[in-house]
């Protein structure tokens, strides 16, 4: 029988500091390979739901699992995370090599330098996402579009069994958005489970299988050609704003 990678038991979700978990008493089964939408209006949970996923927060009660381990253990390279851009310090002066090399940390010995293996897989990935030209350069002075590309990259050289994405189509230009939805495609062929957050239901009608809804702390999960109707759509964002 397959062991779920992903597993929320009687979960509730939040800060410490506040009175109210933002997500409470969630059950959810997420298997490995899934191709999963999150999506809802501002303020749903979708976020605290990725980052208590990732370790960054801790559950309010109950039991977030990774494939049949507390999710705030340590899972070593296990886990890509990839925030909103608006979170990242793009002032912080790191090159885009150092950057996507990241990815690599948990591949390294502690405290070595870099393999020639680890500098090679770093090479592909950054000329997979066409940003090798600007390896040198600092984050900073890239555009939004390339700079969703190194965050794409640093999780190509990580190679890990989940990814999960927090608005990565945000202000990004087509070619950019095209090669994102490819690489979660070849994401998906290679059996690692991902976690999307977005608000453009088309992209979510076209490519994904799954869809998690959230909504006013209430949760739904289903098939996505199940999910994207405006009966449940019409729940989470109005009537209006389904039919635009």
């Known amino acids: 029988m397959q062991q779920p990678m992903i597993e929320l038991i009687d979960a509730s979700l939040g800060y410490a500091e506040e009175r109210e978990p933002t997500l409470a008493n969630l059950n959810l089964t997420i298997y490995s390979g899934e191709l999963v939408a999150i999506i809802g209006p501002n303020g749903a949970g979708k976020s605290t739901l990725l980052k208590t996923i990732v370790g960054l927060i801790p559950p309010y009660a109950g039991k977030v699992m990774l494939h049949g381990v507390a999710a705030f253990s340590r899972h070593t ?89 927090d608005e990565p189509f945000n202000a990004v230009d087509l070619p950019t958005e095209e090669m994102i939805l490819e690489c979660l495609h070849d994401f998906h062929d290679l059996g690692v489970t991902t976690l999307v957050v977005t608000h453009n239901l088309g992209i979510v009608r076209d490519h994904f299988e799954k869809v998690l809804l959230l909504n006013d702390r209430e949760m739904e999960y289903g098939d996505a050609e199940t999910m994207i109707v405006r009966e449940k759509l019409e729940k989470v964002y109005g009537k209006r704003a389904v039919f635009l």
């Open 77 to 165: 390279g296990c886990v890509s995370y990839v925030p909103q851009r608006g979170m990242i310090d793009w002032n912080y002066p790191i090159t885009v090599f150092d950057a996507v090399m990241m990815g690599r940390f948990n591949h390294m010995a502690p405290f070595g330098p870099p393999s020639k293996a680890d500098r090679e897989i770093v090479a592909e990935a950054m000329e997979r996402m066409g940003i090798a030209a600007f390896s040198n350069r600092r984050i900073g002075d890239l555009s939004g579009g390339q700079q969703q590309r190194i965050f794409l990259a640093r999780t190509l050289a990580q190679q890990p069994r989940i990814l999960l994405m």
